[in-house]
């Protein structure tokens, strides 16, 4: 039946009564069909009569032949539904009782796996919720460890010792200092404990109260945009402006990095051609969006530009929340990573790689990864923004006895693997052989020098084959050692090659990568 196919659940025998029950009230609260649990159908309604016998034809489905041969005086889902909890959850004090005496007195024996002695003790606090009592997950822990023979001593010495995990702590750094209702949506441990570095970078008054809207039903037809700047420094590249281009369906964020404003019309023309079904773009009243070329081409290609009247951000709300979203994480992580500001565009686009992953309240809770490729996103690849990285050197690259890897810093990711920053030659390389240690970050000795930014054009001709970058180009200019003064030298004038200006090398790089952000 579609029900088997849509949900799995394994048919009523008699046994694990509370858990099947939970099962089942959440198929039928899905289905709008719980109620008829509860009483009966009104005879007079019709709606109700049919749903009432879908939820009859549901039910019987979720019962074993054994328990089934035993209502057969029941033809309704109230009926059977009151049959099975009068026969099999059983209620108040004296069951309260028992139950409490039988795991006050449990002990593991020395035949039963640690494994098989908590799922008894769980169900046992399962059974006595059911009843009516409330049970704490605390209480749950006292009574595993009342129950653990002497041989486990040790371990209660070692629990009631030990400081509290940073597993949790971890995942919260890791995830670029997530809220705890987005990790416990992707079922990762939350933090109980004061967080400094997200307080310092999110705290800002109360937000108001937003009305219901509408949300388009397919993706890529309406985008929302917004851009945040100038932000002080600039970055290596030069760009001090970034721009977010929003899916209102999927809420999938992209990002532009710009060094000027005037920057945006011909990026977000260039996101239009890829992405020919966008129809609308919502902004605000800026001149790049409402004046000029990218005007006529939105005229061109039947696009409807929708910008908010002067002074109302709040009607943009959806690209400025997400500006400041991305701020705030991207701020958090360059606070902890202790990396010189000018990285806050590397830190930008972590954090719309890590949005994308995470839970949002108005897509119900779905992640816009998910909604855009139909697909779950995988976690695993997470790691603290700025910690070490130490990447595989190539076996043509070291000698027999060199090191086989290298230490750097993480600071992103790509397409192709992660995105790492030698601190000694100051060059950005991507790879993906690479290790990490967490706990330590080598960003917080990393000293720079503040680079003179080159905008000399680009020769493709000398294209470096490597995926790496300078962060800024060195001065070739060397201070002459007057002692040597004697050595003759060329009178040959000398030409250094010519390399890329990291503003193109920056670009080029990211523009392969920045649908995947």
């Not at 402006?241 to 992209?254: C, P, V, W």
């Not at 070329?293 to 002074?311: M, R, T, W």
């Not at 991305?326 to 686009?349: D, H, Q, T, Y």
């Not at 690259?397 to 030659?425: E, H």
Request: proline fraction near 4%.
């Amino acid at each position: 039946m579609a029900l088997n196919r849509e949900y799995t659940v394994t048919p009523f025998d008699g046994a694990n009564f509370s858990v099947w029950n939970r099962r089942v009230k959440a198929i039928f609260a899905a289905k709008e069909l719980d109620n008829f649990l509860e009483k009966e159908a009104d005879a007079t309604n019709d709606t109700e009569v049919s749903k009432s016998k879908k939820a009859y034809a549901i039910l019987l489905t979720l019962l074993d032949d054994k328990i089934l041969s035993s209502l057969q005086k029941e033809d309704t889902a109230f009926k059977i539904w009151k049959a099975l909890i009068s026969t099999y959850e059983a209620k108040g004090a004296v069951n309260q009782i028992l139950t409490r005496k039988r795991l006050a007195t449990i002990r593991k024996s020395k035949e039963t796996s640690m494994r098989q002695h908590i799922d008894e003790i769980l169900k046992l606090v399962s059974d006595l919720r059911v009843s009516g009592a409330e049970v704490s997950d605390i209480d749950s822990i006292v009574y595993i460890l009342m129950s653990l023979p002497k041989e486990y001593e040790s371990v209660k010495v070692a629990l009631e010792n030990q400081p509290n995990s940073d597993i949790d702590d971890l995942w919260h750094r890791r995830c670029g200092h997530s809220c705890n209702q987005s990790l416990k949506q992707l079922g990762l441990p939350s933090i109980s404990s004061f967080c400094e570095v997200c307080t310092r970078a999110k705290q800002c008054a109360t937000p108001v109260g937003k009305g219901p809207r509408r949300r388009e039903t397919v993706p890529m037809v309406m985008i929302h945009t917004d851009i945040c700047g100038p932000i002080v420094p600039k970055t290596f590249a030069g760009e001090q402006y970034f721009m977010t281009l929003i899916d209102d369906y999927s809420r999938f964020t992209e990002v532009r990095l710009l060094k000027r404003k005037s920057d945006a019309a011909s990026e977000l023309k260039n996101f239009c051609q890829l992405n020919p079904s966008v129809k609308k773009i919502r902004c605000d009243n800026g001149k790049e969006y409402v004046d000029g070329d990218f005007l006529k081409f939105a005229n061109e290609a039947g696009i409807k530009i929708d910008p908010s009247p002067p002074y109302t951000p709040c009607l943009n709300g959806i690209a400025e929340r997400a500006n400041r979203s991305l701020l705030e994480k991207g701020r958090a992580m360059i606070f902890e990573s202790n990396l010189p500001k000018n990285f806050w565009s590397f830190a930008v686009l972590t954090a719309a790689y890590i949005n994308n992953r995470m839970p949002n309240a108005s897509i119900d809770c779905h992640t816009p990864y998910y909604l855009k490729y139909n697909t779950h996103a995988d976690l695993k690849n997470l790691r603290v923004f700025g910690c070490d990285a130490y990447t595989l050197i190539p076996n043509s690259q070291r000698k027999k006895l060199d090191d086989k890897c290298k230490k750097m810093i993480f600071i992103g990711y790509s397409s192709m693997g992660y995105r790492l920053l030698d601190p000694t030659t100051k060059r950005i390389i991507i790879s993906k052989n690479v290790k990490f240690n967490e706990e330590k970050k080598s960003s917080n000795d990393f000293n720079y020098v503040s680079p003179n930014i080159d905008g000399s054009e680009l020769d493709a001709e000398n294209q470096s084959e490597e995926s790496e970058t300078d962060i800024f180009e060195p001065s070739t200019e060397q201070s002459e050692d007057t002692s040597e003064g004697s050595v003759r030298k060329s009178s040959r004038e000398k030409k250094h090659p010519i390399r890329f200006p990291e503003s193109k090398i920056y670009q080029a790089m990211l523009s392969q990568e920045e649908t995947q952000i």
